[in-house]
């Protein structure tokens, strides 16, 4: 199943993709309440997806977390040293965008990086759970974009910076369920800036299995239905090429992932 979220006289709604119309489901926040109660489409009149005004698929309360160097060449690249536990930061839900967003480069960047990863999205209530029952509490997975900026980001041992400006964090185009995805590990992740390859990995490369960083989470606070868990980057990011290759006003950025499709967004 493949899911949206947009918007409504109701407010964010998530509706079912079936083609290319989609079906009202429920308000966002009553959805994620409620998931199994509103994951089927019911007799609710479809609508056009080309008629629809996108929003991030999440409810207003969502964590959004992310994880740092969760891919050994990207690891390498950054010259960093391999965590030991998988690094986690957070996004305030505010810096999320949806699909054809439009991102501005803040006034003291020169650019921004771009950060091509899988999310998945959190299905049900999960405190302090096992590695081996940890998947069963994923709902879907979809594209994210860890857009950040290099010089907020570096300035201070803190990252909040720069990895929450303003729409700085695209997610989309659709949530696919973990049933319909299977083994999320065989998964093709790829950048585009301004058509051009930037990254090209697998979700096999990551250090950190999707289960291993829900455990860890969650032993440190409950992950809830909608919640969000970015699981990293592999390599190829702008800012270490040499030279750096920045996106500036006028770039488009697309980041696509094997079996769900393609995120862009346009750089302002």
């Known amino acids: 199943m493949r899911?949206?979220?947009?918007?409504?006289?109701?407010?964010?709604?998530?509706?079912?993709?079936?083609?290319?119309?989609?079906?009202?489901?429920?308000?966002?926040?009553?959805?994620?309440?409620?998931?199994?109660?509103?994951?089927?489409?019911?007799?609710?009149?479809?609508?056009?997806?080309?008629?629809?005004?996108?929003?991030?698929?999440?409810?207003?309360?969502?964590?959004?977390?992310?994880?740092?160097?969760?891919?050994?060449?990207?690891?390498?690249?950054?010259?960093?040293?391999?965590?030991?536990?998988?690094?986690?930061?957070?996004?305030?839900?505010?810096?999320?965008?949806?699909?054809?967003?439009?991102?501005?480069?803040?006034?003291?960047?020169?650019?921004?990086?771009w950060e091509a990863e899988l999310a998945i999205v959190i299905g049900s209530e999960l405190s302090d759970v096992a590695e081996a029952d940890a998947m069963a509490g994923v709902f879907g997975y979809t594209c994210f974009n860890d857009i950040s900026s290099r010089w907020f980001q570096r300035a201070t041992s803190q990252w909040a910076l720069g990895k929450n400006g303003d729409a700085s964090g695209p997610i989309g185009p659709v949530i696919v369920t973990a049933d319909e995805i299977g083994d999320p590990y065989r998964l093709r992740i790829m950048s585009r800036y301004n058509g051009e390859t930037m990254q090209d990995s697998n979700t096999g490369n990551m250090i950190f299995s999707i289960a291993q960083v829900i455990s860890y989470a969650s032993r440190a606070l409950t992950l809830k239905p909608g919640d969000v868990i970015a699981t990293g980057t592999p390599d190829g990011v702008g800012s270490r090429r040499e030279p750096p290759v920045l996106m500036t006003a006028g770039d488009v950025i697309e980041v696509e992932i094997e079996d769900i499709g393609t995120l862009r967004t346009h750089i302002v």
């Open 3 to 113: 899911l949206l979220a947009f918007e409504s006289a109701q407010g964010p709604t998530m509706g079912a993709v079936e083609g290319d119309r989609v079906v009202p489901l429920a308000p966002v926040d009553t959805f994620f309440a409620d998931i199994e109660s509103y994951v089927s489409p019911g007799d609710a009149e479809p609508l056009a997806l080309d008629a629809i005004t996108q929003v991030p698929p999440v409810p207003a309360s969502a964590k959004v977390l992310c994880v740092g160097l969760n891919y050994p060449l990207h690891i390498a690249e950054t010259k960093s040293q391999r965590p030991d536990h998988p690094n986690l930061f957070a996004r305030w839900t505010a810096s999320l965008a949806a699909p054809e967003g439009r991102t501005p480069v803040p006034a003291g960047e020169t650019g921004l990086d």
